[in-house]
């Protein structure tokens, strides 16, 4: 006995002398990083691993929150952070004990360094990982380049420029000292009233695939040089289709609904090789998603191999104990969370000492703990973060707003801008139209960047007003201001504008919705702010009809996220334009299209319907959604999925198949001629869509299943091959199996979504 027990400690005094002496392999870059990280998880203490797993906001925003607003008023703000009785002095502390793994909202790249710089203070000198919200460019902090906001780039169907855009933010997002991007957010929209529609790629599970695919690939790269960055594919899952509307409201869908519609972007994302994923405010089918094992390890990990880490949302662990009530107390809510496979927790002061607790009474093992830990520094030594933990201040700026960058926010703003209407009236001339009127809350203001941005400088922003001024200097635009609230807008300048309409050539009136985050309780769209309705606000309608009276040509400009219902403009006036949040160059882009200088091919990435009473309106439906149709008003949209006007016309011609029947592993070639019969160069995006004729669940009446986007000179035609393979035949039977099944397949290709717009041509798989 006592020969054991000296064998023990000398094993032990061993162990601690050698753990001294041993090299800190973590610290050689030359390691292998399994080694890396090994070594360095074998350093750590049970607290400095549950810091790991914590993410705070930086100090700067602890400071401004706290000096603006009352302690009352930030516990009930989900946006913007507070620890009662915690200052930033602890939250520096805290940095330097090595007991924070990972800030959000740090904006300056001097913050970033200041923290860093506190963490190379602490034991193990752990770089902390920056995270920030760069949704379209890392507009979230001052100074990048602002790109058109996701539901415009989807209008764009351009994957080439998805790519490049997260490409281009990564590198701006390293120059900042900012590693880890909460996008994309590849939710399927299916609800117009949600304020995050225009964070998302659109309706179409395909499209909003491709594009989260392009976007992950564009912000990793190969995740090992100095300008990638980390992917985080969000919000999973369901939350796009709330049961009334609201962010983070119940959502309550079926396993086909998951795995036809939601799952297949983030299934596709993690094929990406996407390495973070974010969970969903909502519960879903009475589960909520920041304490749900299937979602989490059955389907992400289990079925997709998932090798990455997890984050919450903003306090939404918390929310399984003050808000959903699965918890009793905020432990067993952390409690529930990692065990139903949580990594990181976004954010707060309680984490580290309850789940340190959780583990010293054995409810949670050690082991569990070093799963995430594992799992967080691994993309730590991966990022470089140990290697330079810090970005240069004094070259910075030859990265962000570079001259690249801006031409590729030009590019992208002119591709996304949706002609909806024109009977005639564009492109205009200023020969034709010497005196405009424009006026509307979006005229002449920042809220063009849209949401997840933050006020830039004047000089970095094309407002509507500046880019007509720009493009047509010989044109006299007069100017009424209608402020930028649409909820306070004054009867007095309506009056003024309609008025002032009757002494014009034409009017421009540009309304939508206020989006900026820095106004957050004023806005009418974006994040949290979701409607019971999807009327213009406030007076805009009413200024929309006056000016129109003067019996003046009016055209409408809409600067917003999600679709609005202008059913009275769209079936009386003769120019609409939807150019939902463009970014940095909106007004020049918007004033080019206005003037032909640049022709629109933007379509529409989901369906618009006329009100809120159509909702759900997916052009993906089921054959029976429109069997008895609404009584009164129409069952039709507005504007279909797909649909987009250009200065020219496409004529489609010749659909042609490679066979009329296959096996079911066989493939089928679509052939199509495209023309440019109008006389101006243009580009055209060209939309094939399937119909499975019978099958043994209701499937829906179109799907999209490709596109390309063509450029063609006037007049000419070119020949475009489409395959269409098995996957894109399958579908989940009564049993839930994969599988395609014998019948009739109708191949639908053309300019839109809409029938008359589509040749059909059929093949039967045998
Ligand atoms: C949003 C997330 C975002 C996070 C951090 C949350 O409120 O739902 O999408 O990444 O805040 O800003």
């Known amino acids: 006995m006592k020969k054991v027990l000296v064998i023990m400690i000398t094993a032990t005094l061993f162990a601690c002398s050698s753990d001294k002496n041993r090299s800190e392999i973590y610290k050689d870059a030359s390691a292998p990083i399994e080694q890396r990280v090994e070594d360095l998880l074998s350093r750590m203490t049970l607290e400095e691993k549950v810091g790991q797993m914590n993410q705070f906001v930086g100090v700067e925003h602890v400071k401004a929150n706290t000096a603006t607003m009352a302690e009352e008023e930030l516990k009930n703000n989900t946006a913007n952070a507070f620890y009662p009785g915690f200052t930033e002095k602890d939250v520096e502390h805290w940095t330097e004990e090595g007991l924070i793994g990972s800030f959000l909202h740090v904006i300056t790249l001097e913050e970033a360094n200041y923290l860093q710089t506190l963490a190379m203070k602490s034991r193990l000198q752990i770089p902390v990982i920056f995270g920030i919200d760069a949704i379209h460019g890392n507009a979230h902090a001052p100074d990048n380049t602002v790109y058109p906001t996701n539901i415009g780039l989807a209008c764009s169907f351009d994957l080439d420029m998805a790519y490049k855009i997260a490409r281009q933010t990564a590198k701006e997002m390293r120059a900042m000292n900012m590693h880890w991007t909460f996008n994309p957010n590849i939710e399927v929209a299916r609800d117009p009233r949600w304020g995050r529609v225009g964070e998302t790629y659109g309706e179409d599970p395909y499209l909003v695939t491709l594009m989260g695919v392009e976007t992950v690939k564009g ?87 998932f090798p990455g880490f997890v984050v919450s949302d903003w306090m939404d662990i918390e929310h399984l104990y003050d808000l959903h009530a699965t918890a009793e107390n905020l432990k067993e809510a952390f409690y529930q969370s990692i065990m139903a496979g949580m990594d990181m927790h976004m954010h707060g002061i309680h984490w580290n000492e309850l789940v340190t607790e959780l583990v010293k009474e054995g409810r949670i093992t050690e082991k569990r703990i070093d799963e995430s830990v594992r799992r967080i520094l691994e993309l730590k030594f991966r990022l470089g973060l140990f290697e330079k933990p810090f970005a240069d201040e004094a070259t910075t700026m030859d990265v962000r707003l570079c001259d690249e960058h801006r031409t590729t926010a030009l590019e992208s703003a002119r591709n996304s801008i949706v002609l909806l209407k024109n009977e005639g009236v564009l492109p205009l001339t200023s020969s034709k139209y010497k005196r405009v009127m424009v006026t509307g809350i979006n005229a002449n203001d920042m809220n063009v960047l849209g949401d997840w941005s933050t006020i830039q400088k004047d000089e970095n922003v094309t407002t509507i007003l500046e880019g007509l001024q720009q493009i047509a200097p010989d044109t006299h635009f007069d100017f009424v201001d209608q402020g930028w609230d649409p909820r306070n807008m004054n009867p007095a300048k309506v009056a003024e504008a309609a008025a002032r309409a009757k002494q014009t050539d034409l009017n421009i009136v540009v309304a939508g919705e206020y989006m900026m985050r820095f106004r957050w309780s004023d806005r009418t769209d ?105 009584a009164v008003k129409p069952s039709t949209p507005l504007w279909v999925f797909g649909h987009g006007l250009s200065y020219t016309n496409y004529t489609y011609s010749d659909l042609r198949l490679s066979a009329t029947e296959i096996a079911k592993d066989g493939k089928v070639t679509a052939t199509v001629k495209v023309t440019n019969s109008g006389n101006r160069d243009g580009v055209e995006i060209v939309q094939l869509y399937l119909r499975d004729r019978f099958s043994s669940v209701t499937r829906p009446v179109k799907e999209l299943k490709d596109f390309a986007r063509v450029p063609l000179k006037a007049g000419e035609t070119k020949e475009l091959s489409f395959e269409i393979t098995p996957d894109k035949l399958a579908f989940y039977d009564k049993q839930m199996n994969w599988i395609v099944e014998p019948g009739e397949f109708i191949v639908m290709l053309g300019a839109s979504s809409a029938d008359e717009a589509l040749l059909k041509e059929s093949f039967w798989v045998k």
């Open 526 to 630: 974006g994040e949290d702010t979701d409607r019971s309705d999807i009327d213009l606000v406030g007076l805009q309608n009413e200024l929309i009809q006056k000016v129109a009276a003067s019996g003046k040509p009016t055209i409408l400009i809409l600067v917003n996220g999600r679709q609005l219902g202008v059913e009275w403009a769209a079936d009386n006036l003769p120019a609409i334009i939807e150019a939902w949040a463009p970014g940095m160059y909106a007004g020049q882009a918007i004033a080019e299209i206005l003037y032909g200088q640049v022709n629109p091919s933007a379509k529409l990435a989901v369906t618009i319907p006329r009100s809120v009473g159509q909702t759900q309106m997916i052009y993906n439906h089921k054959p029976s959604q429109y069997f008895h149709p609404y």
């Open 219 to 305: 912000y990793q790269g190969d995740l090992n040089t100095e300008n990638d960055v980390l992917a985080c594919i969000k919000h999973f899952v369901g939350g796009s289709q709330p049961i009334n509307g609201t962010n983070g409201s119940p959502t309550d869908l079926s396993e086909r609904t998951l795995r036809e519609v939601f799952f297949p972007p983030f299934k596709a994302g993690v094929e990406a090789g996407a390495l973070s994923l974010m969970t969903a405010h909502n519960e879903l089918n009475a589960i909520p998603c920041h304490s749900n094992e299937w979602i989490i390890e059955d389907v992400l990990r289990g079925e997709w191999k």
